[in-house]
């Protein structure tokens, strides 16, 4: 069974474009969550996604969003970029919707904002 | 003050040790904990999860979870170059998708 998936791997921005990453994930799997991996804050939860509606959201700031589609892919979306959105974007995927229910992790995007 | 912490090392240690990894958190309400591993240029990926004050034993890994302390540790046994990886704590609420993560700390197994 192939793993999550995401695209790009690699992406270099500058300030104030926007970005969208995309996630595919397991087959199967229906619930989608972001991160976000620094080295000053380690991983932070951006939003998570089930059947196409947003059920919790972390604290940052309203310029991230995301969707989820029918057939449960992901795309997260930073606007107007900042040069502390620099990180590695990591979404996870699992069956069901709950901690209990065991999240697999992407690669994750490398995004560079200069 | 994050809800999790973790002394984010770096940790080297040589073949065969034991290896220890310590992680606090302050939220109460926290009642699942993972541990997951996470090479470089990779994603994490779960070792082992917990619900309960205890051990929980796989092969050579160990997970201790003391609530009373509000604290949560990782053993491994006979060390190897292979487990040489940023190692990351993490805590849930029952029924939240949500995880809060510990920064990580970086383990190097020397051989």
């Known amino acids: 069974k192939a793993g999550v998936t995401q695209t790009p791997r690699y992406l270099i921005k500058t300030r104030g474009q926007q970005v969208t990453l995309s996630c595919s994930p397991i087959?199967?799997?229906?619930?989608v969550s972001w991160y976000q991996q620094t080295p000053g804050q380690g991983l932070q939860f951006l939003f998570e996604?089930?059947?196409?509606?947003?059920?919790n959201k972390g604290n940052f700031p309203g310029r991230f969003s995301g969707r989820q589609f029918s057939n449960s892919r992901s795309e997260m979306n930073v606007s107007t970029l900042e040069l502390g959105d620099s990180a590695l974007y990591l979404c996870?995927?699992?069956?069901?919707?709950?901690?209990?229910?065991?999240?697999?992790f992407g690669p994750g995007t490398r995004l560079t904002v200069l | 003050q994050k809800e999790v912490e973790q002394d984010p090392g770096p940790l080297s240690v040589p073949e065969g040790a034991i290896v220890s990894l310590n992680c606090t958190y302050s939220?109460?309400?926290?009642?699942?904990f993972m541990w997951y591993r996470q090479y470089s240029r990779k994603g994490p990926e779960l070792l082992m999860y917990?619900?309960?004050?205890g051990n929980k034993e796989d092969g050579r890994f160990t997970a201790q979870v003391d609530k009373s302390s509000k604290y949560i540790s990782l053993f491994i046994r006979d060390s190897q170059p292979s487990d040489s990886a940023t190692y990351l704590c993490?805590?849930?609420?029952?029924?939240?998708?949500?995880?809060?993560f510990g920064t990580g700390t970086r383990l190097t197994i020397i051989p």
């Open positions: 917990t619900y309960s004050s």
């Open positions: 996604y089930f059947s196409e509606t947003q059920r």
């Open positions: 939220n109460s309400a926290f009642q699942y």
């Open positions: 996870a995927s699992s069956y069901e919707r709950g901690v209990e229910d065991t999240q697999y």
């Open positions: 993490a805590a849930a609420n029952f029924g939240n998708e949500k995880l809060t």
């Open positions: 087959s199967g799997h229906r619930s």
